[in-house]
């Protein structure tokens, strides 16, 4: 009968990561039906902690925090969890022996989110391993299943991809995290004087993470390679759009691809995928 509550919890996650990203939603559907389910399951959990210090305002988020905290190892330690989306995220865990470490790290960056602050250089990296880098390295146990040596090998690359997309996402939502949640994650960042150069060197970053990352999606197993390539493909082209848009324009308001654009470079990654080019 726990079949029954175990498919009702991978749906939900499903349901989650359809409901919350579009973009990595449709790269997931383009993975090995073998690893699909264990990444559903991964971001519903990683979404369920950023909606508590995003959205929970006026409830007591760093409670909520702490009782989800106590919650998940608990689960994971009994391999069971009432709350659909640690069931399935604690069978993820235990199946690959994701190192706890990388759960710690998740939850530190998610609980940094709820004071109002400024980051400093060495709060920005750490910020961006706990948040990003160590949820890379979560999907990155899936994909190798097991194969230790690869993980090892491709641990840096998958870090750097977190870490661009991160970035992507801190400049794309620039003005809500400022004017919304009182953030402001890149260091010596004045917003109220962001200007181009600024914004210049922030992608400038980013654009190296994403070379580094590049290599390592190459190396990926096949059952893994195109669903995270088809991923990347769309956070460049976010990227694209942002550098074509002022530092002005970008404080305006939240962009995104279009879906006409997104299914024009799925075509396009599909052919890519096809000859051989990835």
């Given at each position: ?25 449709l ?34 988020q ?19 969890s ?6 399935s ?42 948040s ?46 400022y ?36 290599q390592?999606i ?19 082209a976010l ?40």
């Amino acid at each position: 009968m726990k079949q029954t509550y175990d498919k009702m919890s991978l749906g939900m996650n499903k349901l989650i990561t359809n409901t919350y990203s579009t973009s990595f939603s449709l790269g997931v559907k383009f993975l090995h039906p073998a690893l699909r389910n264990d990444i559903y399951s991964i971001y519903g959990f990683v979404r369920l902690a950023d909606e508590i210090v995003d959205s929970f305002e006026g409830y007591d988020q760093k409670a909520l925090m702490a009782g989800l905290e106590k919650d998940l190892f608990w689960a994971l330690d009994n391999h069971i969890s009432i709350n659909p989306v640690l069931n399935s995220f604690q069978q993820v865990v235990n199946k690959y022996g994701i190192c706890h470490s990388l759960i710690h790290q998740f939850l530190h960056s998610m609980k940094m989110d709820l004071d109002e602050r400024e980051y400093s250089n060495e709060e920005y990296d750490l910020y961006i391993l706990g948040s990003a880098e160590v949820v890379g390295l979560m999907c990155l146990y899936v994909f190798c299943e097991g194969d230790k040596a690869l993980y090892e090998r491709l641990k840096e690359p998958a870090q750097k991809l977190g870490s661009a997309f991160q970035k992507i996402n801190f400049l794309r939502d620039i003005k809500n995290d400022y004017v919304e949640l009182k953030r402001c994650y890149f260091p010596n960042l004045d917003i109220d004087n962001f200007d181009d150069e600024a914004k210049a060197r922030i992608e400038e970053e980013i654009l190296k993470d994403f070379s580094e990352g590049y290599q390592g999606i190459r190396e990926l197993p096949p059952r893994a390679r195109f669903g995270t390539y088809l991923t990347y493909r769309y956070y460049k082209a976010l990227l694209n759009k942002i550098k074509r848009t002022s530092a002005l324009g970008l404080l305006g308001g939240r962009m995104r691809i279009p879906n006409r654009r997104k299914y024009l470079i799925l075509g396009v990654s599909v052919v890519r995928h096809r000859l051989g080019l990835i």
